[in-house]
């Protein structure tokens, strides 16, 4: 059977061939320049760093070393919070502490070398992030590697880092609270039914329609961010269709890639409880 | 970068991606039961066996082992002889001898102990095959590892065992030459232009021009492998939309795999060439 590092590929490719996922690269869609060839050549890429997490390596590092994996390819940051959500569930898996209890011990416990690791990712791919208030300049993850000096300086850990996002970064937030979301959404995926590509889908939708996208408001602006999850819960309410809406999404650039990374976090979790694929 | 183990696992998620290709799962059809998704399962399960080859374990064995790996999906036989295409591929990457020539020494190097875990690879999946001439039913592949005793007392390498298949397997007779017509087409695919998803459509619809399908002889009979070649022309030609002979190949159960396993076979070679994804 697959192990952890193999599932943590193998939800990253489920994520993408996921359809329809309004806004996103799926199965059926791309943008131009950034396609789903990309997608299946990060998650090939990111598998040595899956496993480093498997086999016990520190979060940072792992994350550091998929990271730098995934963006062997022309489309530029395909993986990146969805790598940062699945480290340390598969970090937690390889370590038999599957569980939003598990995780939380896992991601406290990390450390100031953890933090200079994740950092260190940014240099390897551009990441679309919103600048932070001005007293945290100096820990801009636009520095990448340049940040180490103030994170030892300040013995800021990855967990604290995650902290002082969460509020504006969805990913972070989901990190600091346990990956909650996300158990909650493979528990979506392992009560449906049918074709894999279609759950994926419709978890996307009701993620979506529960909680605004923090990279389209990044992206887009707060009022975009507000139009997609008002959007998708009409989908949900059978008001809207969603192949419709997916092509003016893309047509559009709105592209809510956290609710994506949460996606294949949720698959992950799935896979390791039992999914069948 | 990729080491040629990723890039064989590249190349299986390619293939799949590639659209259209009349009669294939792409990525935009499925049949009932054999999806997209149990491709990308398939591709992540056999990486750890095509890395064996990229190691230099023997081909047989490293081959067993990526289709133990492969069948670990609930969709049946996806990637069997795309693999035994790779296997030594990959292996001949490996040692820096990536031609027609250096495969060709690599395959007939092997040994009965190769033909052996070609046999029990037959174990772990239900493959569509044609049965052998009576006088060689003791190596029908059906008998599985059952065969392993008439393989060692008739002393058959793996190199014999595709010899004997190679009048009435696209495979087989591939693997006895020097994987010649993998190479040619990995030219067509560099030579080519936009998206790899779109290259790998053209290869293979080349492909199925130039020869008739093996697969499609054996499951669906001499007269529809004639018919599906005579089409790919005509598409080739401006005749034929390659769309609508995708749906209709589908609907009528026309699967040219061999051509799809030649397919995957090409980009392997394209990506060790310099392809960018």
Redesign the interface.
């Known amino acids: 059977?697959?192990d952890a590092a193999?599932n943590g590929?193998?939800a990253l490719?489920?994520e993408v061939?996921g359809t329809p996922k309004p806004g996103n690269v799926d199965?059926?869609r791309?943008y131009e320049g950034l396609?789903?060839?990309?997608f299946?050549?990060g998650?090939?890429?990111a598998?040595s760093g899956l496993r480093l997490a498997a086999e016990g390596a520190p979060v940072g590092r792992a994350f550091e070393r998929a990271v730098a994996g995934m963006s062997?390819?022309?489309g530029g940051n395909t993986q990146f919070g969805a790598l940062l959500l699945l480290t340390p569930l598969v970090a937690a898996a390889g370590t038999d502490r599957l569980s939003p209890e598990g995780v939380t011990e896992l991601v406290e416990a990390t450390t100031v070398e953890d933090a200079c690791d994740f950092y260190r990712a940014f240099d390897h791919v551009d990441v679309a992030v919103e600048a932070p208030p001005d007293d945290l300049d100096a820990l801009d993850v636009r520095r990448g590697s340049d940040a180490t000096d103030a994170l030892e300086a300040r013995g800021t850990t990855l967990y604290d880092v995650m902290e002082l996002s969460a509020d504006r970064d969805g990913v972070a937030a989901e990190w600091t609270n346990g990956l909650a979301r996300s158990f909650e959404a493979a528990e979506w995926l392992l009560a449906d039914e049918g074709?894999?590509?279609r759950r994926a889908s419709r978890v996307f939708l009701r993620l979506l329609a529960d909680e605004e996208d923090t990279f389209v408001v990044t992206r887009n602006g707060p009022e975009a961010a507000a139009e997609a999850t008002r959007r998708a819960r009409a989908v949900l309410d059978g008001e809207e269709d969603a192949e419709a809406l997916a092509e003016e999404f893309v047509a559009r650039d709105i592209n809510p890639g956290t609710t994506a990374d949460l996606t294949a976090a949720a698959l992950f979790v799935a896979l390791q409880r039992g999914l069948?694929?």
Chains 1, 2 share one sequence.
């Open positions: 059977m697959r193999e590929q193998l490719l489920l061939t199965r059926h791309d396609r789903f060839e990309h299946a050549a998650a090939v890429g598998l062997q390819q022309s074709p894999v590509y069948e694929v």
